[in-house]
């Protein structure tokens, strides 16, 4: 079986203005190639928040979290495409022809058209949730259900808790991209995350790409601590290789 790819960390930038992203990409190590946006930002500053990241030839995982008809996701696709962006979230519950229709529009876009990325069921969601939306199925056939559905209907990966994630790695196959909030070190400081692994385990359960943002970003020495994950993430690569 062919080695999977180094798992990369992904920083999540969540931050409310350019200033205060700028400050953080000065305390980030260098070496750092993942940064997300999110909505927060993306919304009070526009596509204009992208450039620093892009003169830092950084990669992006833009996180939209589209979810709306088929024809409007399939032109938000394209206009995101027009800012470089290398993976874009949609919600896997927009349905097939939304998925596809977003799928495809990123294959028509080439070289400059993102990455796929499902959300399956949000982590803020627990099982009375979903009663109230009249789904009976336990949360974990929910988030099977929709993982599989995203994939066949095009897209490229899912956003899954690193809990998750041996399963799906499992029923989606050795291609599927796995990306996995919900890390932490043992011990530290959960904050509103319920249900997380360490960056070592996530690793070992298949994710590729890791989003870590508060452990970093509000760590007294947040070069030390990118520092510290990206070994942990070496080392339980290099152990699995
Ligand atoms: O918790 P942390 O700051 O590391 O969060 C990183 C990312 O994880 C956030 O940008 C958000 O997308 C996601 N998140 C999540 N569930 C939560 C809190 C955050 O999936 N309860």
Redesign the pocket.
């Known amino acids: 079986m062919k080695t999977p790819p180094l798992p990369q960390l992904v920083v999540?930038l969540?931050v409310d203005s350019s200033a205060k992203l700028n400050t953080e990409l000065d305390r980030l190590p260098v070496e750092l190639q993942w940064f997300?946006i999110?909505l927060e930002v993306f919304c009070a500053e526009g596509p204009a928040i992208l450039e620093p990241l892009h003169a830092r030839k950084s990669s992006i995982f833009l996180?939209l979290k589209l979810h709306d008809i088929p024809r409007t996701v399939e032109r938000a696709v394209r206009s995101a495409s027009t800012h470089r962006v290398n993976l874009l979230t949609i919600h896997a519950s927009g349905g097939r022809a939304m998925i596809q229709a977003a799928a495809n529009a990123a294959k028509e876009m080439a070289e400059n058209g993102p990455k796929i990325i499902a959300v399956t069921a949000?982590?803020?969601l627990q099982q009375s949730d979903l009663s109230d939306m009249g789904v009976a199925r336990s949360m974990q056939d929910h988030v099977r259900a929709l993982a599989h559905l995203a994939m066949d209907a095009g897209a490229d990966g899912v956003v899954c808790s690193p809990l998750e994630a041996a399963l799906l790695r499992a029923d989606l196959g050795p291609d599927a991209l796995l990306i996995t909030?919900?890390?932490r070190a043992a011990g530290e400081a959960k904050?509103?995350?319920?249900r997380t692994l360490t960056a070592a385990e996530a690793v070992r359960a298949g994710a590729t790409h890791l989003?870590?943002?508060?452990?970093i970003?509000e760590a007294a020495n947040p070069t030390e601590s990118a520092a510290r994950l990206l070994e942990e993430i070496r080392v339980a690569h290099g152990a699995r290789a």
């Open positions: 999540a969540d997300k999110g996180d949000l982590t803020s909030p919900g890390i904050g509103d995350q319920k989003v870590v943002g508060r452990p970003l």
